[in-house]
């Protein structure tokens, strides 16, 4: 009986330290996109990105933009989504983000303020 005791402490003491492993799940990004020059454009980037899944239950937990820097901020559950997720969702609704050039056919059905000299 005495084998077990030090045995199930070392297993307590693995499913301690794994659980430490996965605390901070919450990753913050920030999106470079030229094209977001007005605040329809901000909108239709926040949208792009909520289709992700947005609240308590969803992968994005945050999205902040800024029209005049033309830059937006998201905060993402990084065990449920990657960044590059994120980024290919700007992308999908028309927008170049940080590296990624923006979807053609997407970029020509936005308004013209938002398609940018990209």
């Known amino acids: ?3 077990s005791i030090p045995g199930g402490m070392a297993l307590a003491a693995l499913l301690v330290l794994a ?13 470079a996109i030229p094209a977001m020059r007005t605040e329809d454009c901000a ?5 792009a990105v909520g289709t992700l899944g947005t609240g308590p239950e969803g ?3 945050e999205i902040r933009v800024d029209v005049e820097q ?4 998201v905060k993402f ?3 449920r989504l990657g960044r590059r997720n994120v980024e290919v969702a700007v992308r ?7 590296d990624l050039p923006a ?4 970029r020509a059905k936005l308004p013209p303020e938002c398609r940018g000299d990209e």
């Open 1 to 3: 009986m005495r084998k």
């Open 19 to 31: 659980a430490g492993c996965f605390r901070n799940t919450v990753s913050e990004m920030e999106l």
């Open 43 to 47: 909108r239709r980037v926040r949208e």
């Open 59 to 61: 992968a994005i937990q």
């Open 70 to 73: 033309r830059k937006a901020w």
């Open 77 to 79: 559950d990084n065990v």
């Open 92 to 98: 999908h609704a028309g927008f170049a983000v940080n």
């Open 103 to 106: 979807d053609e056919d997407a």
